[in-house]
């Protein structure tokens, strides 16, 4: 792959400015999980939830479908689809399937697939989000590192940048976009200028007003 040069870099980085949390001690609270409907699959040895919602302090997970290789968050991967939402800290993910890795009570690793699948974060003293988006990606939040791949895309602040590989770096908070090449898209990305202040038309209105006014009494 062909890493962008340094100047790309650094205009990337410009996107996500500001502290974000990759992971928070949530993660080590106590598990609650609901369902509609489980069952045991002797075949596959897999436990198996219908409407499917687990709790984790402030992270979040719902699936039309789930799957897990045991019923122990200690050493367990789940198999999550249909409709799957998924609430880490400050963040939002939406995705036709999802595996996720649990390791010592704690989710680690998530594989995420959709069509596409989205990721909203929301920046600490930021009123506009991060968007994200992408066919495929790998959510370590051990590392805070979120890997985008199969036209990826990340938007913020109106700036845009796509490839078709995007790793976000959400603790040192970089952007490190590549390309293949052999056909594949090349890197992309649009930047916005902000507006510039226009004069408030309320203003604008008193003073002709008051123009009219003065023009009125110099004609008396």
Known sequence: MQALHLKTLLVVAVLIPGHVVAQSDDLRLPISLDAD???????S???????????QGSL?????????????????VW?????????????????????????????TLATITG?????????????????AEAGRLEYDLAKGIIEFSDQATITENGNQISSSYLIYNITKQLINAQSSGDGEPK?????TPKEADTPDESEDDDTEATSQEGAGEGGQ
């Open 115 to 131: 069509s596409p699948a989205s990721f909203r974060m929301q920046r600490p003293n930021s009123p506009d989000p991060t968007y």
């Open 79 to 107: 198999q999550l689809s249909g409709n799957v939402t998924i609430d880490v800290e400050n963040g939002h993910i939406e995705c036709d399937a999802a595996d996720l890795t649990f390791s010592e009570y704690k989710l």
């Open 187 to 191: 890197v992309r990305i649009i930047y």
């Open 37 to 43: 409907s489980s069952e045991y699959d002797g075949k």
């Open 60 to 76: 979040g997970i719902e699936a039309d479908l789930g799957r897990a290789s045991k019923l122990d968050f200690q050493d367990s």
């Open 45 to 55: 040895t897999m436990v198996v939830f219908e409407g499917l919602r687990l709790t």
